[in-house]
């Protein structure tokens, strides 16, 4: 008698990885789409002068090279992160309130939604006297394009937590401070998140924005001088430059996300 044999076999990959994979290449694709497209369309219908990616490529080593473009880089992503971080704290504290207190609601939600609703060029002119042509002016943009963002969105998850949540929290004898920590923002924490995706993509145009009007040193003012000078391939890498820190923000707070709050979106595709 021979001993019997057990078939083995390879474990199968995870539909996961083949959905990433596959998303990945499919990402791939259609940004070396465009970037053909693009180059086809200038090449054929543009002025020598508009940028096109072959042009771009050629222009990065020099940018890269020229420490004015570095300087003027930190000057507006430091302006970023800091008027992001004012008006995340800030919004976060009156949001919560908003959502919680009725009187706090009946008194500021109005005004809220009026200077939410607000452009920033119309309030860049009020800006510039105030501060001055100084870098303060524009950090004082950042922190106005971010703060509503996370207001409304923060109010929003405040007023979402579910009644059960408060009531068990009573049943236990929970304080309000401890009520705060423990269940209201835990529970405001895709609002949160959505908040500050939103108030990232504003600082960055309320900085390039602000460099603009006022004419200080940032990458906003690089491109705008460039362009002038009809270096578009030039301007063109500030402008990547400025793509590339919105997408490194967004994976950051993914990977933030993943590590300290695991329990959120757990089971989407792709985690």
């Not at 002025?47 to 990065?60: K, L, Q, S």
């Not at 080593?61 to 302006?79: E, K, S």
């Not at 992001?84 to 500021?108: E, H, K, W, Y």
Request: charged share 15%.
């Amino acid at each position: 008698m021979t001993a019997p044999t057990v078939a083995t076999t390879e474990p199968a990959a995870t539909p996961a990885r083949h959905t990433a994979f596959g998303d990945f290449t499919i990402r791939i694709a259609a940004g070396i789409l465009i970037l053909v497209l693009w180059e086809v369309l200038v090449r054929a219908f543009a002025p020598p002068f508009v940028a096109r990616p072959t042009g771009i490529i050629a222009a990065f080593p020099g940018v890269m090279a020229n420490p004015t473009f570095w300087l003027a880089a930190q000057a507006t992503l430091t302006a970023v992160f800091q008027g992001l971080a004012i008006a995340f704290v800030a919004g976060t504290i009156l949001g919560v309130g908003i959502g919680r207190i009725r009187l706090v609601d009946r008194f500021s939600s109005l005004y809220i939604s009026g200077l939410f609703a607000m452009p920033l060029t119309a309030i860049l002119p009020l800006f510039s006297l105030w501060f001055g042509y100084t870098a303060d002016a524009r950090l004082a943009v950042v922190v106005f394009a971010c703060f509503f963002s996370v207001v409304t969105n923060v109010s929003d998850g405040a007023r979402a937590v579910p009644i059960e949540y408060i009531e068990v929290s009573r049943s236990f004898r929970g304080r309000a401070l401890s009520r705060l920590f423990d269940v209201i923002l835990p529970a405001s924490v895709p609002y949160i998140l959505a908040g500050l995706r939103l108030a990232a993509g504003r600082a960055l145009i309320g900085a390039v924005v602000a460099e603009f009007f006022v004419s200080i040193p940032g990458l906003g003012f690089f491109i705008l001088f460039e362009a002038r000078r009809f270096h578009h391939n030039e301007a063109f890498v500030g402008v990547a430059l400025l793509a590339c820190s919105g997408v490194l923000f967004e994976i950051a707070l993914r990977k933030a996300t993943a590590k300290w709050l695991p329990w959120y979106r757990r089971g989407e595709p792709g985690d």
